[in-house]
């Protein structure tokens, strides 16, 4: 849990950082009540994300949602899409399961019959030999 202390560390570094920012008892009291769930070191790498990466002065939700991540001090994207392009690169590395690849290549035995553009991709996936 967020202790009050890490949390006006955090709202002093965001008003150094950002000249427009004001924090206010009232209002530092409601953001507060928004994020005193959060364990420490989630708050500060927030604040620090947020400093590097917000273009201008952050809201409560700015500093929440912030979705860059950071390597290097490069800001390098949205963690999630980043992710999920790593599990697309995986699968399209995998080799093709020998079961898969029968499955295909009755598949493009059916199709092939009724158009001559299968036969090259017949050909391909079998590795060139004939049937």
Do not use: H
Not at 83 to 111: D, F, N, S, V
């Amino acid at each position: 849990m967020l202790s009050k202390e890490i949390f006006t560390k955090g709202l002093e570094e965001i008003e150094t950082a950002f000249d427009n920012f004001v924090m206010t008892p009232q209002k530092a009291k409601v953001w507060y009540k928004y994020v005193n769930y959060l364990p420490e070191k989630a708050w500060q790498k927030k604040i620090q994300n947020c400093i590097k990466g917000c273009r201008k002065t952050p809201t409560l939700a700015d500093i929440i949602d912030f979705k860059g991540y950071y390597v290097d001090g490069k800001l390098e994207g949205d963690l999630e899409a980043i992710r999920q392009e790593r599990e697309w690169q995986k699968k399209k590395e995998e080799p093709i399961t020998k079961r898969t690849k029968e499955t295909m290549i009755e598949t493009y035995k059916i199709l092939a019959k009724d158009n001559p553009k299968y036969r090259d991709k017949l050909k391909q996936i079998r590795g060139g030999d004939n049937d």
